[in-house]
């Protein structure tokens, strides 16, 4: 599995690279590729498969190399550390995996046109210098959402469920979170989503606090998005006897009693695929913003976990129809551009 390398990978900081690159002399046909991490690796499993894509990629084309730049949490600095990274003329691809990254990425094309960009989990199209793939995530929402409604209408308790987002964007706002309450109202309509925000990715006080709000009001499963500040949920959901459905990743391990369902990403498939394409030259790439679907089996649910075995037979027998139902497009969330 790619994952497994993720134990092998050095991580190196931006203001280290950019000293070490005006030692180096590019041999020929080399291929430099930067994975540019806007945040920090360890515990965000999106950019832990954003590295580990790519490094499994890297691996098998010949005179490959690789670099991690983690850019930390502070987006104001995003744009000045991609144009520093450009500026070297040191990589032929800057890899990275942010709804945010596109735009920035065409700024730092403009002034650097030979630079090329591919970006997971965002969408341009048109751009003749970034490559794009987002994922259909109403339907990672609504995998997702279906589990929560069900574990909380077996109880018993009101109808609502928890979402905890580090802040508002665009992919949350348009896909996630209408697919959630989609799930959550195919089980029974009366359901509604009881939203809070964090402010930033890694802040897990304040995501704990928020937790504990909506636990106290009556709900029993949340959904945190919020990067690592996601485990301040879990915690919370640990104190209170609650449960937690994740995304983005497997969570199980987090606490396996309380995560409850994982609504997974194949991004690190995804990753290695289109990066061992455009280092095999398949720069027809460039321009094109694709999308993809759990019909791909890119979007995904992780039945594996001590959590999701011990709920009923019947809750699990439910879900497992609606994730076949889903995947033969009922309901059909198709998504064309963005």
């Not at 991580?11 to 690279?17: C, D, K």
Request: glycine share 8%.
């Amino acid at each position: 599995m790619m994952r497994k390398v993720r134990g092998f990978l050095a991580i190196v900081l931006l203001t280290g690279l950019l000293g070490a690159c005006a030692d180096n002399e590019k041999t020929v046909g080399q291929l430099d590729v930067a994975v540019f991490v806007p945040g920090m690796v360890a515990g965000s499993p999106i950019y832990e498969m954003l590295v580990a894509g790519a490094t499994q990629a890297v691996s098998e084309v010949p005179n490959a190399t690789l670099k991690i730049i983690e850019a930390g949490y502070n987006q104001a600095e995003w744009l000045d550390k991609l144009t520093a990274l450009a500026e070297t003329a040191e990589f032929e691809l800057i890899v990275s995996s942010n709804p945010a990254l596109p735009d920035l990425c065409a700024r730092v094309a403009a002034d650097y046109p030979e630079q090329r960009f591919f970006i997971a989990d965002a969408y341009l199209a048109g751009n003749p210098a970034i490559h794009t793939v987002l994922y259909n995530q109403q339907e990672q929402g609504y995998m997702i959402g279906y589990l929560a409604a069900l574990y909380t209408k077996e109880l018993g308790g009101p109808p609502v469920v928890g979402l905890i987002a580090a802040q508002s964007y665009p992919t949350l706002d348009r896909l996630i979170r209408p697919g959630f309450l989609a799930g959550l109202q195919a089980v029974d309509p009366a359901f509604q989503i009881e939203y809070r925000e964090i402010g930033n990715w890694y802040d897990a006080a304040k995501a704990a606090e928020l937790a504990a709000a909506i636990y106290d009001s009556g709900a029993q499963v949340i959904l945190p998005i919020a990067g690592s500040a996601g485990q301040g949920v879990v915690a919370t959901a640990v104190e209170r006897d609650r449960k937690v459905v994740w995304f983005d990743g497997s969570g199980y391990q987090l606490a396996p009693n309380v995560v409850i369902g994982c609504a997974d990403l194949a991004q690190d498939r995804l990753v290695y695929e289109r990066v061992k394409q455009l280092l095999e030259g398949d720069d027809q790439l460039y321009g094109q913003a694709a999308i993809v679907s759990v019909r791909e089996d890119y979007i995904l649910f992780d039945p594996d976990g001590e959590g999701y075995r011990a709920l009923s037979p019947s809750v699990r027998q439910q879900q497992e129809n609606a994730l076949q139902a889903l995947a033969a497009g009922q309901p059909d969330f198709l998504l064309t551009d963005f």
